[in-house]
């Protein structure tokens, strides 16, 4: 990391931590809404801007994540903490499930693999509302029970949470890891001639970005959303999440993080408008980075920096 | 049980001619363009659409707006590939398959959300093909639109199988999508073939989304369903291969009403998906398909 | 090394943050009363214009007469989209960020369920527009009033329907909310209680269904009902309606079409979904056209009439009622503190356009309901018909016909 990097993640962090002492409720649950995206769209981003595994999946990760906590709640009594940690744990065996059934196909069979997974899950959890209540809604308890209501702390949780993922996402992507998943992604064959272990680590992207968007699913949702239901898995959804990394930047760290902020914030001040004008303009902007600047918003604002030696150069192998 | 079972078998027969023409235009696009058009639902939506705009505000009689609405989203087909997707095939891109499924993902995205913001959440009821209640046989009856659409789609479909057999155009058609190299090697064109491809599927689409306009009427998203049991149908049949997609759409629609009445109507979507992920999972190829070649 | 102006990449976070100040809240010399409703899919965004209305001439007609404790109301309005966590978000929102003394409104059962615990976290008032789910109340929540009807209420109804007319065989298909299992729940139990000799089924359907022709063929060659019930709410029950009819299944000579829901009386939208499927449909509503209730109810009527050249349907009145309500508690405290409102709430005593609005105090599905909201059950006997123009079947003291059927 070049002194630049370092310290714009320093800032950025403290930043965030004084949101909460300058925001009050509800631009507070914006800020909380941003983190939870930036956790999703950066595990996303693992699996598909550093593996080349397009899924559709992601937004069924985290409601896998909310739905085992919400249902074990409700039946069992199961204080949320623990139920949330149980939702992590089930989209980890989803994702390792997922990954070794797609271990066969690529490319669009892929997307259309998981975006079939994606919606039985929702129509199953619709239909099946006697178990889980389907439209009519899951009561979800508050994370630190009832009593103890502080969206100030929600988000310190929320930011938490999505400092362990960008750290551990860091680790992995500059590690030996990284660079199997991005020869897998440039081309998988080609990877498997070299020795890399293609089986291993196509399943353990799955996993891993998995077990991040269970938990940020089940943690948001215990926080700042009262009640869940199956239209969290629509593909509007997904296509919300799709939105903020590639307009952010696909393959890269910071990409998602962008991304999910500004995208965010977008979203609530178009909000005034319609309640669906942001998607309109999201699926522009998704339109136009893919057709004229494929490396998205942090692309632009990464070339100009790494020209002036302000970030590290990255090897060859990038997100073109 | 004798009429009861026929007619659930009839009503899936009639979904069944109507997906075909969805997931043929599907298959084409894919077969030539290596392509899968997650747009694709959205020309069935413009299609409906487009029917409403010229039977209602133009009071064009609807037999006339069919074609007409074909056209428009043929136009709209071809316009897509030329400005969005000919750059997989005329530039070196890296990934080409990652652009392809996120630009067209973001164009179904799009196109609901203008539709949506332009015309609102209403449902548009274009007018009907055939009006009223028709006597099938026995105590049975459909409604008139769900009997013409199937006949319309049957021929439509005939028609389409006869282009692609037996024209010329159908024969550079099939031969792109064996080859791309060795149809231009005998002078086909590969980048008008590919406008061709979107053109047809917006075509086809068009004409599933008007012929069921006046049953389900219009609304921005009524692509999203339809277009996701194309999907498996063509994965079933065999991506890229027509008479897969039919034989495979047949099926579904009859799949679909077995279920419905053996085990439980209310799951009748969660089959077509079920299907899906057991056919990739077991036979990614389908029925008909080629193993992919990847050479 | 270039020197690093941490200067200027302060400076770009910063813009970030800047996006989402928030505005500058407007004057404090206003009241701020929020509504809330169904605009947009999948909610039942015609239903909810029409709540709207009545909620907003309710805030009209205040301002107009100088305004509550001396101080101009301002509506903000929310669109919940029929989904729950959407309600509740619009909820947060309305509480949190514009800071309402109090809510009204809302249309769809299961958005008002997750609704109503957002109300009771916060301490701030809401009066049901029209959700009619019975739980609702018998949750016993003191922040949640209804003026609108009930399930229970309607279901009885029905059931005596049967009764007075040797109904034997029902069937009923019902939305997957609170609303449509709730009242076929309560249609079942009604039966029980009142000893009524009719057998009764029901099915769920997804609320954003297209084809229901399987289970109408399935009812109609298996199961031969006298009286099929549908609780799905549009567009869905336009489309259950016209199926059934070009199936020649119902309203038939041997199965009448009942519709639970009432959307059948906003007459315009319905006669052009379903043109002459709606010949001979029953609807039971909380409201007629036809019958003078109330002078302000008349007032509405009239208002309603010459601004849309049609009479309107049950909706404006329950919204206008919902927000009566609520502005009379408003008065009545004399000042915007939740909780002096929400005590206020259970002494109310208005004329509303429907009746003379109070609330009981009783536990169960009457608390803090208006208990004697009236209810009818209506027949179309032409096509086009207007709602006014509609056969009344129900109350007793109302009907001016039978039932009549196709031959």
Redesign the interface.
């Known amino acids: 990391m070049t002194r630049f990097e370092r310290t714009t993640a320093i800032v950025a962090l403290v930043l965030a931590a004084a949101v909460p002492l300058v925001f009050q409720d509800y631009f507070l649950r914006v800020a909380a809404t941003a983190l939870y995206f930036v956790v999703l769209a950066s595990s996303w981003n693992l699996l598909v801007g550093y593996t080349g595994q397009l899924s559709l999946a992601h937004a069924a990760f985290a409601a896998i994540g909310a739905y085992t906590a919400g249902l074990l709640h409700r039946y069992t009594g199961l204080n949320p903490i623990a139920g949330v940690l149980a939702g992590g744990l089930m989209a980890t065996a989803v994702g390792y499930f997922l990954g070794r059934i797609c271990l066969r196909v690529r490319g669009p069979y892929l997307a259309l693999m998981t975006l079939g997974f994606s919606e039985i899950l929702r129509l199953v959890l619709q239909i099946e509302y006697k178990f889980t209540r389907g439209s009519l809604g899951l009561q979800l308890p508050y994370l630190y029970g009832a009593d103890n209501v502080d969206h100030r702390l929600g988000y310190y949780t929320l930011l938490g949470l999505a400092v362990i993922v960008l750290v551990v996402l860091h680790r992995i992507v500059n590690s030996e890891a990284g660079l199997y998943l991005k020869a897998i992604r440039e081309d998988e064959d080609a990877a498997a001639a070299m020795g890399v272990d293609v089986v291993k680590w196509k399943v353990n992207a799955f996993v891993v970005s998995g077990l991040f968007a269970g938990l940020a699913g089940g943690i948001y949702a215990h926080l700042f959303v009262n009640v869940i239901a199956p239209q969290m898995l629509l593909l509007s959804e997904m296509g919300l999440i799709l939105a903020m990394t590639i307009v952010g930047g696909l393959g890269t760290l910071t990409g998602p993080v962008l991304g999910a902020v500004v995208l965010v914030f977008l979203q609530e001040e178009l909000r005034g408008i319609s309640p669906h004008a942001h998607l309109l303009l999201f699926s522009i902007l998704v339109i136009l980075v893919m057709k004229f600047y494929r490396r998205g918003l942090f692309g632009l604002v990464g070339d100009a920096l790494k020209k002036r030696g302000w970030l590290a150069k990255t090897p060859p192998i990038t997100a073109e | 049980m004798g009429v009861y079972l026929v007619s659930q078998l009839l009503n899936g027969l009639i979904f069944g001619l109507i997906y075909c023409l969805i997931a043929l235009g599907l298959t084409v696009v894919f077969s030539i363009m290596r392509v899968i058009n997650f747009a694709h639902g959205e020309f069935f939506m413009l299609g409906g659409y487009a029917l409403y705009l010229f039977t209602v505000p133009l009071g064009l009689p609807p037999i006339v707006g069919l074609p007409l609405s074909m056209a428009t989203v043929c136009a709209f087909g071809v316009l897509v590939e030329r400005s969005l997707l000919r750059p997989i095939y005329t530039t070196r891109m890296e990934r080409p398959e990652e652009y392809a499924i996120i630009l067209t993902f973001g164009l179904a995205l799009f196109l609901q959300n203008a539709a949506l913001w332009s015309l609102g959440a209403y449902e548009y009821t274009p007018m009907s093909f055939w009006e009223g209640s028709k006597h099938v046989f026995g105590d049975l009856y459909l409604s008139g639109d769900r009997l013409f659409a199937a006949g319309m789609a049957a021929l439509i479909i005939a028609a389409t199988l006869l282009i692609v057999y037996r024209t010329w155009l159908g024969h550079a058609l099939m031969a792109a999508s064996q080859s791309q190299v060795g149809a231009s090697v005998v002078g086909i064109s590969v980048v008008r073939m590919n406008a061709v491809a979107m053109g047809l599927a917006g075509m086809l689409a068009a004409a599933a989304g008007s012929l069921l306009g006046p049953i389900f009427l219009i609304y921005p998203d009524v692509g999203t369903v339809p277009v996701i049991k194309a999907f498996v149908i063509i994965v079933l049949g065999g991506m890229g291969s027509i008479p897969g997609a039919v034989i495979a759409a047949i099926l579904l629609g009859v799949i679909e009403s077995l279920g419905s009445i053996y085990i439980s109507v209310a799951y009748r979507d969660v089959y077509s998906f079920l299907v899906l992920i057991l056919v990739l999972v077991v036979r990614p190829h389908g029925i008909f398909g080629q193993r992919e070649r990847r050479a | 090394?270039?020197r690093?102006t941490?200067g200027k990449?302060?400076a770009t976070?910063?813009v970030?943050?800047a996006?989402?100040f928030?505005a500058m809240s407007a004057a404090q010399d206003v009241i701020k009363i929020g509504g809330v409703a169904p605009l947009?899919?999948p909610g039942s965004?015609?239903q909810g214009r029409e709540l709207v209305l009545g909620l907003q001439w309710a805030v009209d007609d205040v301002n107009a007469a100088g305004g509550l404790l001396g101080k101009k109301v301002v509506l903000i309005i929310e669109?919940t989209?029929g989904?729950?966590?959407?309600?509740?978000?619009a909820i947060?929102?309305l509480i949190?960020?514009d800071k309402v003394v109090g809510v009204a409104g809302e249309y769809h059962s299961?958005v008002c369920?997750?609704e109503i615990?957002?109300f009771r976290?916060h301490g701030i008032p809401f009066v049901i527009g029209s959700c009619w789910s019975d739980t609702l109340t018998e949750a016993g929540y003191a922040e949640i009033y209804r003026t609108s009807v009930y399930s229970s209420k309607l279901a009885e109804n029905m059931v005596a329907l049967m009764m007075a007319n040797g109904i034997k065989k029902v069937v009923a298909l019902v939305e997957?909310?609170?609303y449509g299992?709730g009242i076929a729940e309560n249609i079942k139990k009604s039966i029980e209680k009142l000893g009524a000799k009719t057998s009764f089924k029901y099915?769920?359907?997804?609320?954003t269904s297209?084809?229901f022709?399987?289970?109408l063929?399935?009812y109609?060659?298996?199961e031969k009902p006298d009286m099929i019930i549908t609780a799905v709410t549009q567009?869905g029950g336009f489309?259950v309606l016209?199926?059934a009819?070009?199936?020649?299944f119902a309203p038939s000579k041997n199965t009448l079409y009942l519709d639970a829901t009432c959307t059948a009386q906003n007459d315009k939208v319905f006669w052009?979904?379903v043109k002459g499927a709606g010949k001979y449909v029953l609807m039971s509503c909380p409201y007629s056209p036809s019958v003078q209730l109330t002078p302000l109810g008349e007032k509405i009527k009239q208002r309603y009439v010459k601004e849309f050249d049609r009479q309107p349907n049950y909706l404006p009145l329950q919204g206008y009622d919902a927000m009566l309500a609520l502005i009379t508690a408003i008065k009545m405290a004399g000042s915007t503190d939740r909780k002096a409102i929400v005590a206020a709430l259970a002494d109310v005593q208005v004329a509303g356009t429907r009746g003379d609005i109070k609330f009981e105090k009783e536990s169960g599905v009457w608390h803090n309901q208006w208990k004697d909201v009236p209810t009818f059950i209506f027949q179309y006997s032409e096509q086009d018909q207007s709602a006014g123009d509609a056969n009344i079947l129900f109350p007793p003291r109302f009907a001016n016909s039978e039932i009549i059927r196709p031959n």
């Open positions: 090394m270039q690093i941490t990449t302060l976070m910063v970030a943050g996006l989402a928030p947009s899919s965004y015609q669109d989209e989904k729950p966590p959407t309600g509740a978000l947060e929102k949190t960020k299961s369920t997750a615990e957002v976290q997957d909310t609170d299992i099915e769920v359907v997804e609320k297209k084809d022709v399987p289970i063929l399935k109609k060659t298996q567009p489309l016209k199926q009819h070009e199936i020649r052009e979904a």
